[in-house]
T-cell receptor, first 111, second 113 residues
Framework: SQQGEEDPQALSIQEGENATMNCSYK?????LQWYRQNSGRGLVHLIL?????REKHSGRLRVTLDTSKKSSSLLITASRAADTASYFC???????????FGSGTRLLVRP | DAGVIQSPRHEVTEMGQEVTLRCKPI?????LFWYRQTMMRGLELLIY????????DSGMPEDRFSAKMPNASFSTLKIQPSEPRDSAVYFC???????????FGPGTRLTVT
C-alpha cells in the first residue's frame, strides 16, 4: 500500500508556465527523491533532497522539503512540452533501503 | 552502459500459465529491485536483492510469485500459476551501493487473460 500521496493527481498547463506538484508522507524519512515517468517508459531519477535540507535546485527544478509538515513540493519552471510526464515522489523510511513511491501527478504541458 | 534491460517488453498469457520475467541490472550495481505498477495500487516494491541475496520479499503478493538472482547480472521474477489480477507493468531497477538513485528498466507489460 502507498504511504505517499501527491496532489494534484493531474495538472494541465500552457508551455512556459510553472508547474507545482506536492507530496505528503506519513513517517519519518531519511531522504526524499523525485522521479519522472514518460508514458510507457521506466522511471528516471530527477533530484534528491535530504531530511536536513529545506530546498534544492537543479536546472529548472526546485524541490522543497518541510519535515515538520511531512511534505515536499516539486516546481518546474518555464515548462516545455517535453516535460509532459508523470512525476512521483519517493522516500526511504529511516534505515530501510526500500523506496516508497507516491501516487504520482500526471503533468500535461500544452504547446 | 545500456542501462537496465528487461525482457520481454510485452507478455500476453492465459490464466494458469507460468510467466517468467527477466532483468539484467547495470553492471557493478549491488542492489536489484522488482516493482509492480498498476492504476489501482500505483508502484509497489515486490522484492529486492543485495549482492544477489534476497533481503526483503515482504511485498511479494503470494506464493505464486518467486524471484531469483543466480548471479550479479541476471534476475528472474516468476509467476506460477498466473491470474488476471497479475496484469500490470513489472519494473526492474538497480542501484549502486552508496548511491540513493535507482535506475529503472523499461518494464514488462504483462496481460493475463
Amino acid at each position: 500500500s502507498q504511504q505517499g500521496e501527491e496532489d494534484p493527481q493531474a495538472l494541465s498547463i500552457q508551455e512556459g508556465e510553472n508547474a507545482t506538484m506536492n507530496c505528503s508522507y506519513k513517517t519519518s524519512i531519511n531522504n526524499l527523491q523525485w522521479y519522472r515517468q514518460n508514458s510507457g517508459r521506466g522511471l528516471v531519477h530527477l533530484i534528491l533532497i535530504r531530511s536536513n535540507e529545506r530546498e534544492k535546485h537543479s536546472g529548472r527544478l526546485r524541490v522543497t522539503l518541510d519535515t515538520s509538515k511531512k511534505s515536499s513540493s516539486l516546481l518546474i519552471t518555464a515548462s516545455r512540452a517535453a516535460d509532459t510526464a508523470s512525476y512521483f515522489c519517493a522516500f526511504r523510511r529511516d534505515s530501510s533501503y526500500k523506496l516508497i513511491f507516491g501516487s504520482g501527478t500526471r503533468l500535461l504541458v500544452r504547446p | 552502459d545500456a542501462g537496465v534491460i528487461q525482457s520481454p517488453r510485452h507478455e500476453v498469457t492465459e490464466m494458469g500459465q507460468e510467466v517468467t520475467l527477466r532483468c539484467k541490472p547495470i553492471s557493478g550495481h549491488d542492489y536489484l529491485f522488482w516493482y509492480r505498477q498498476t492504476m489501482m495500487r500505483g508502484l509497489e516494491l515486490l522484492i529486492y536483492f543485495n549482492n544477489n541475496v534476497p533481503i526483503d520479499d515482504s511485498g511479494m503478493p503470494e506464493d505464486r510469485f518467486s524471484a531469483k538472482m543466480p548471479n550479479a547480472s541476471f534476475s528472474t521474477l516468476k509467476i506460477q500459476p498466473s491470474e488476471p489480477r497479475d496484469s500490470a507493468v513489472y519494473f526492474c531497477a538497480s542501484r549502486l551501493d552508496g548511491s540513493y538513485e535507482q535506475y529503472f528498466g523499461p518494464g514488462t507489460r504483462l496481460t493475463v487473460t
